[in-house]
C-alpha cells in the first residue's frame, strides 16, 4: 500500500515528506493507522544526527493510532483497537523485561530503526528500504510495527492526548515516580521546562513535592510551568540559577534536581544544586561526544546519587494507563500541552517552531 511519511535524507537538512510504500504486517506486526504524532526535540535530534541513525529513517517516535490489520500471531491487539505507540520495541523474554525494566530490553538484535526481523516495511519508489525512527516512525499516516510497540488504551481517549503519553508525559512523570520515587514534603528542581520538563513537574506534584523550582531561559515556558505546578521560577536568560537556589533553600539545594536539556553545563548545574544525600537525575539526551565532570571527593563526601532516567524507568502498559487514569482522575493536564497542530506537509515549519521555542508540543494530525 501506498502512505505518506516524514523522511530524512541527509542530516541538518529539511525534512522530506514523500510517498512511500509499505508492505503487509508479518508475523507478530501490526499495521496502524496514525491519528497523532508530537514534534518533540529527539525528532530533531535525529534531523540533525545528536540521535544517531543511518540515512534515510522516518520520522517520529511519539504517536498513537488505530489498528487496522494484524500480522500472524498476533494476539494483544485486534482491527479496531486504540493504541499507543512506544518508542522502546522490547523482547519480553530477557531478563529486563521479565524483571519489568522493559525500556532496558537486551534481547532485540535488530539493526536500529528495523523491525525485530531486522529488516523493513517501508521502501521509497527507488525500492530503497527506510528505517523507522524507533522502529514506530510516527511521522507516517500508516506504519507496520511490532505487536510489542503497542499498548491498547481505550477508544475513549482522543489520540491526540493518547499521542502525548507515548513519550513526554511517561518520560516526565515516570522520572519522579519511578526512577527518583520522589516522596511527600520533599524539595525539586527541574532545569529545561518544555514537553518533557513540564510533566517532571505536573509528576513532582502529583508525589506531593512542597517546593518545585522551574529554571529555563525562556518566560513563556516559566510562566506555563507556574500553571503545571512550579512553586518557583527562575528565568535563567538574566540570573545566576545556582546562587537564586542557594537563596531559596537556606544554601541546602533541593532533594531532588532533574535536567530536562541534555548539556554538560546543565547537568553540572543541577548537580550543583542537589543538597547532600539528594538525588541528580539526568533526562536530557546530549551529544554522544558530550562528557561531564563531577567532583570526584564532593560525590563522596555529599553522598549525592547521580543516576540517568530513559524514558521514565517505565513498565510501558502498566504505567501508560496508570497516567491514563490520573488524567481521568483530574490530577495532570494533556490537552493544555498541545500549542499547535500541523498537518504533515507542515513538518518543516513545527520543527522551526520547535526551535524558536513557541510550542509546549506541536502536534502533527492525521485525515
Known amino acids: 500500500m501506498k502512505c505518506r511519511s516524514a523522511v530524512v535524507y541527509e542530516h541538518g537538512g529539511s525534512v522530506v515528506v514523500e510517498d512511500l510504500n509499505l508492505a503487509s504486517p508479518k508475523d507478530g506486526e501490526v499495521l496502524i493507522r496514525m491519528g497523532a504524532s508530537g514534534i518533540c526535540q529527539s525528532d530533531w535530534s535525529v534531523v540533525k544526527g545528536t540521535i544517531r541513525y543511518d540515512l534515510p529513517i522516518v520520522l517520529g517516535h511519539e504517536g498513537a493510532g488505530i489498528v487496522e490489520a494484524v500480522g500472524q500471531g498476533v494476539t494483544y491487539v485486534k482491527p479496531g483497537d486504540h493504541a499507543i505507540l512506544s518508542f522502546v520495541t522490547y523482547c519480553g523474554l530477557c531478563r529486563m523485561c521479565q524483571s519489568g525494566r522493559v525500556v532496558l530490553c537486551e534481547g532485540v538484535l535488530a539493526n536500529n530503526g528495523h523491525l525485530l526481523d531486522n529488516t523493513c516495511r517501508f521502501t521509497n519508489r527507488s525500492g530503497q528500504p527506510i528505517p523507522q525512527m524507533a522502529r514506530i516512525g510516527t511521522m507516517s499516516n500508516y506504519a507496520v510495527v ?54 517532571v513537574i505536573q509528576g513532582a506534584r502529583i508525589a506531593g513535592a512542597e517546593r518545585i523550582f522551574a529554571i529555563d531561559l525562556v518566560q513563556k515556558k516559566l510562566d506555563y510551568a507556574q500553571q503545571f505546578g512550579a512553586t518557583d521560577s527562575i528565568n535563567a536568560s538574566y540570573t545566576q540559577p545556582r546562587e537564586i537556589m542557594a537563596e531559596l533553600t537556606d544554601g541546602k539545594g533541593v532533594d531532588y534536581a532533574f535536567e530536562v536539556i541534555g548539556q554538560p553545563e546543565t547537568i553540572h548545574l543541577a548537580y550543583q544544586v542537589t543538597r547532600p544525600g539528594g538525588m541528580t537525575v539526568v533526562i536530557g539526551i546530549a551529544e554522544t561526544s558530550a562528557d561531564i565532570q563531577i567532583p570526584a571527593q564532593d560525590l563522596v563526601r555529599s553522598e549525592k546519587r547521580l543516576v540517568g532516567s530513559f524514558y521514565g524507568s517505565a513498565n510501558l502498559r502498566l504505567d501508560m494507563q496508570r497516567i491514563l487514569d490520573w488524567y481521568d482522575q483530574g490530577k495532570i493536564k494533556l490537552s493544555e500541552l498541545i500549542t499547535q497542530t500541523y498537518s504533515l506537509d507542515q513538518v518543516n515549519q513545527a520543527f522551526d517552531d520547535l526551535n524558536a521555542g513557541k510550542n509546549i508540543r506541536g502536534m502533527i494530525l492525521y485525515d
Open 146 to 199: 511490532s505487536e510489542n510497540s503497542l499498548i491498547k488504551i481505550s477508544s475513549d481517549y482522543s489520540l491526540q492526548k493518547a499521542a502525548l503519553v507515548g513519550c513526554g508525559v511517561t518520560t516526565g512523570i515516570g522520572a519522579v515516580t519511578n526512577t527518583a520515587q520522589v516522596q511527600s514534603g520533599e524539595s525539586v528542581a527541574v532545569i529545561g521546562v518544555g514537553g518533557v520538563g513540564l510533566n
